[in-house]
Every structure is written in C-alpha cells, then in structure tokens.
Nanobody, 124 residues
Framework: QVQLVESGGGLVQAGGSLRLSCAAS????????MGWFRQAPGKERALVAA???????YYADSVKGRFTISRDNAKNTVYLQMNSLKPEDTAVYYC??????????????????WGQGTQVTVSS
C-alpha cells in the first residue's frame, strides 16, 4: 500500500521560509517522479514543482527562484524548500507520485498517489 505523508507546514510571516517533507512508502521511490501541488480556498489544485526520477525539475512560474524541490532516494523523501514566502502562497500543499515513465507531468489527473496535505499559511 502506497503512503505519502507530508510534514513541515505551518504559519510563517511574509518573507520567511518553510521546508516541506514528504515521506513515501510502499513504492519503489527512486523510480517515481514526485510533485508538490497546492490548493487555496476556492481555487483548483495546481502543480508547484516536480522532480523526475533522474532529478530533472519543473517549477510553476509563480515560485521560480523562491522554491526548490529535491529528493533523497535513500530516505524515500521529497522536499520543497520555500523561501521568500508571500501571502498568496497560502494553501494546502500536497505531495504526489507519478508512476514510472518518461518525462514530467504537470496535470493533477496524471499523478497516481497523493498525500493528505499540509497547511501553509503566510501572514502579511
């Protein structure tokens, strides 16, 4: 049974930093592309960043230069380092896994497994 468990969310002031972690189990982690999505109230869930099994990365324009995705295959964990946070970054952040295949996917429906989410709140 695949499990993705996020941690590291919380309340931070604008300009601050947080690091999210997602611990995976029940899958061959190193073979999966991983993504971080977010969903704010009243908005659709959208991809923030993704990392392929080989380490290639993708970032949404809104977070380029501020967020960094990384993975540690030895720990079956993917991270999202978030710097220079803005109030508009407030959302529930979800970790997701895409089955082994070539390339990175940006669509919500293309990811197979999901965590339960962690709340990130950025105060102004």
């Amino acid at each position: 049974q695949v499990q993705l468990v996020e941690s590291g969310g919380g309340l931070v002031q604008a300009g601050g930093s947080l690091r999210l972690s997602c611990a995976a189990s029940g899958l061959t982690f190193s073979s999966y592309a991983m993504g971080w999505f977010r969903q704010a109230p009243g908005k659709e869930r959208a991809l923030v960043a993704a990392i392929s099994s080989s380490g290639s990365t993708y970032y949404a324009d809104s977070v380029k230069g501020r967020f960094t995705i990384s993975r540690d295959n030895a720990k079956n964990t993917v991270y999202l380092q978030m710097n220079s946070l803005k109030p508009e970054d407030t959302a529930v952040y979800y970790c997701a896994a895409d089955r082994p295949r070539i390339g990175l996917r940006i669509g919500v429906r293309e990811y197979d497994y999901w965590g339960q989410g962690t709340q990130v709140t950025v105060s102004s």
